[in-house]
């Protein structure tokens, strides 16, 4: 935020004078301790491009995974790490008093308040509350608290938050980690190719990895991997793990993201193609429009999808090829779906088909790319 954002955000929250001091002093603080690597962890600092420097962590995991996470939230406005220490007080178990200076790892400011944070892995947090009990503590809800620490935001009109590695989605963890080399990879993609998939990106907003790789000649996935991490191009990390190129959508950056998303929420007439990171509308006995003909959704699998024909075998297409079907409008959701085909009947059909009409099936598997084969 400049100075004048500042204020309007001071205004809107209607901080105290005090509390803006502490804030302001935060905000043109240098880290106050330079980060360090351990035996157990490995330390580095990451490029924001929200705050316009790189900011320390201590830990390539937990403490990255949130550097991360607060970089692209909507939420979250300014952060700093390594804000200026303050002295905490609590007793031990042995009911002694401490007191010790503490140096939070971030400050961040968001639309709703600011506050200090802490984060650490949940089985950290376990083991610091069994040693410190009145330091650490989890919350009825699963959460956890630092009373010493809120004892000190509080009089300040500010808040102290303890931040567990289980707050953080598993897909979106699972990507980072994924990424992980990326992030500093120094060789580029060469201009031809970004061009192409810059083009491509921006045509055709929500378009999957796997799409892309078909229709731009000499793509590699490494080239996609190294533009997202590269900020060049942007996919929401907590959908869907970045392996599953024909479910993975890509966007321009992530302001189109959130206006498709937007559009897509505020206009539920739209017939447009399935969102493939929210298949809830795809549950078994689903009616589907492939090739002029209606299909009975029977199992929808990680690996396989088995669809059912009015008349003739059951076929099985790989679940990859079958959600490209519905990203293109090759399959479609009937309106037929609203009536569903009894479980039984359905079954009743599968045990039913036998291996010796499985010829039929199989041609017009041969038909659909040699993508399919019979449910046997």
């Not at 302001?24 to 980060?35: E, F, K, L, M, N």
């Not at 900011?55 to 996470?69: K, M, N, P, R």
């Not at 083991?127 to 809800?141: F, G, M």
């Not at 699972?174 to 992030?183: C, G, I, K, S, T």
Request: overall charge negative.
């Amino acid at each position: 935020m400049n100075q004048s954002e500042f204020v309007d955000w001071c205004s809107a929250l209607q901080l105290g004078a005090a509390t803006i001091d502490v804030i302001a002093a935060i905000r043109s603080a240098p880290p106050s301790r330079r980060v360090a690597g351990r035996a157990t962890n490995v330390s580095g600092s990451y490029p924001s491009r929200k705050m316009g420097v790189t900011i320390q962590f201590e830990s390539h995991t937990v403490e990255l995974w949130a550097i991360y996470q607060m970089e692209h939230s909507v939420e979250v406005l300014e952060f700093y790490d390594q804000p200026p220490s303050f002295k905490i007080q609590y007793l031990a178990k042995s009911g002694r008093n401490i007191g010790h200076y503490h140096t939070p790892d971030f400050f961040v400011l968001r639309k709703k308040g600011a506050a200090w944070e802490e984060w650490k892995t949940e089985q950290e947090l376990q083991r610091l509350e069994k040693k410190y009990p009145t330091r650490y503590q989890r919350t009825p809800d699963g959460k956890w608290r630092c009373p010493p620490g809120e004892a000190y935001a509080e009089p300040l009109g500010l808040q102290y938050h303890v931040r567990s590695s289980n707050e953080l989605h598993p897909i979106f963890i699972q990507n980072l980690m994924f990424l992980e080399d990326y992030f500093g990879f120094t060789a580029p993609v060469s201009a031809q190719f970004q061009t192409h998939i810059l083009e491509k990106v921006r045509a055709e907003p929500g378009i999957t990895i796997g799409l892309l790789l078909g229709e731009v000649p000499g793509v590699r996935a490494n080239d996609v991997y190294i533009m997202l991490a590269q900020e060049q191009i942007y996919a929401p990390l907590e959908a869907v793990p970045l392996v599953e190129h024909w479910r993975v959508q890509l966007y321009i950056d992530q302001l189109s993201y959130q206006a498709h998303q937007n559009l897509a929420i505020g206009n539920p007439q739209h017939q447009g193609n399935i969102a493939l990171n929210d298949l809830t509308t795809i549950v078994t006995n689903t009616k589907l429009l492939w090739d002029g003909r209606l299909w009975t959704l029977v199992n929808f699998g990680e690996t396989s999808t088995t669809l059912l024909p009015e008349i003739g075998q059951p076929m099985q297409l790989p679940t990859g090829f079958f959600l490209q079907l519905l990203e293109t409008g090759a399959i479609n959701i009937s309106a037929a779906s609203t009536t569903q085909t009894d479980s039984a009947q359905v079954r009743s059909v599968m045990d039913a088909a036998s291996r010796g009409g499985s010829s039929e099936a199989v041609m017009r598997g041969k038909i659909a790319g040699n993508y399919c084969y019979i449910y046997a």
